[in-house]
């Protein structure tokens, strides 16, 4: 289920990240040229499946699993590839995507899906396709996110240059998208009714391309609310905290990226951020006291709810 947040102001105009990539065309990530944006972390747990020969013609990936190109030649309908990882159950899963070509066509999509989704009556059809039914969920460049052939657009979207992130919590449920890491309008819950969920993207766009900069997982523990706690509740954490604790802090920035906020003067800083925000995440539907869903009870305190799970 989505849950999102009516803005109170316009939508913000799309801005990419950074300004590395000034062709128009895809181009390698060794011609990238100087880029400070936070890519040289070099955590990637896993890659991008490798296309069969089917495939070969509408994506190519890159010798590292990192870098993928969709309709190299030209677009004849929608084209698709996922990681080779499965998200399972009790994890917490962050990657980021960098976008490093322009965004046109019907479709341009980041996000999640099943391995039950059906992507081939997809290849001759220009589509929508993460979102197309219950088994993904997606993030489109026009800011539309889709599930269940369901969508709400409350976001710019993503543009050339743009940074897509993906905050994935397999143990309470929820997903989440980024851009430029900031937070969308838009969370999915219930997502534990799956057992597995794989990263995925896709395109119908001609010469589309897209690159995999950061994927990182923790599994779910108290040491995972304690770091969030920590870096809220420090000033200056980067400094403040001790160096073992600065490193995670450093290395797996996700764990302290706010959850949903969707008022347009969102804060600028982690510093600034309230510690409340990490603890609950408010939403807009009513949600009746104890009500059980999918093996965990919900509790409703004035529009606010929190999961507790009950042995």
């Not at 070099?42 to 020969?53: T, Y």
Request: with cysteine; net charge neutral.
């Amino acid at each position: 289920m989505l849950v999102c947040h009516p803005r109170s102001k316009t939508v913000k105009p799309l801005k990419p990240y950074c300004q590395c990539w000034n062709k128009k065309v895809p181009v390698l990530w060794v011609d990238r040229g100087a880029c400070g944006c936070g890519e040289d972390d070099n955590v990637i747990e896993w890659g991008w499946d490798l296309p069969d020969s089917s495939r070969a013609s509408r994506v190519v990936v890159s010798e590292d699993r990192k870098q993928v190109t969709f309709h190299p030649f030209f677009s004849t309908g929608t084209a698709a590839v996922k990681g080779v990882v499965p998200m399972k159950l009790n994890y917490h899963y962050y990657w980021e995507v960098k976008i490093l070509s322009e965004t046109y066509g019907t479709d341009i999509m980041v996000g999640l899906a099943t391995d039950r989704i059906n992507t081939e009556d997809s290849q001759f059809r220009f589509t929508s396709l993460l979102g197309s039914d219950g088994e993904s969920y997606g993030f489109s460049y026009t800011g539309a996110v889709r599930h269940d052939d369901v969508s709400s657009r409350d976001s710019s979207g993503f543009c050339r240059g743009s940074i897509v992130g993906v905050r994935l919590d397999m143990w309470h449920g929820t997903l989440e998208f980024f851009v430029n890491r900031k937070p969308q309008c838009g969370m999915f819950y219930n997502l534990r009714r799956h057992k597995e969920l794989y990263p995925m993207v896709c395109s119908t766009a001609a010469q589309s391309s897209m690159r995999l900069i950061y994927a990182d997982s923790w599994r779910a523990s108290l040491l995972v609310d304690a770091a969030k706690i920590l870096t809220a509740s420090v000033k200056n954490f980067k400094k403040n905290l001790p160096p073992g604790l600065q490193y995670t802090c450093r290395t797996r920035f996700w764990l302290t990226l706010p959850s949903e906020v969707c008022e347009d003067d969102e804060p600028e800083s982690i510093e600034s951020l309230d510690v409340g925000s990490y603890l609950t995440t408010n939403v807009l539907t009513d949600v009746h006291p104890h009500q059980y869903m999918n093996g965990f009870y919900v509790d409703s305190v004035e529009r606010d709810f929190r999961v507790v799970v009950y042995e």
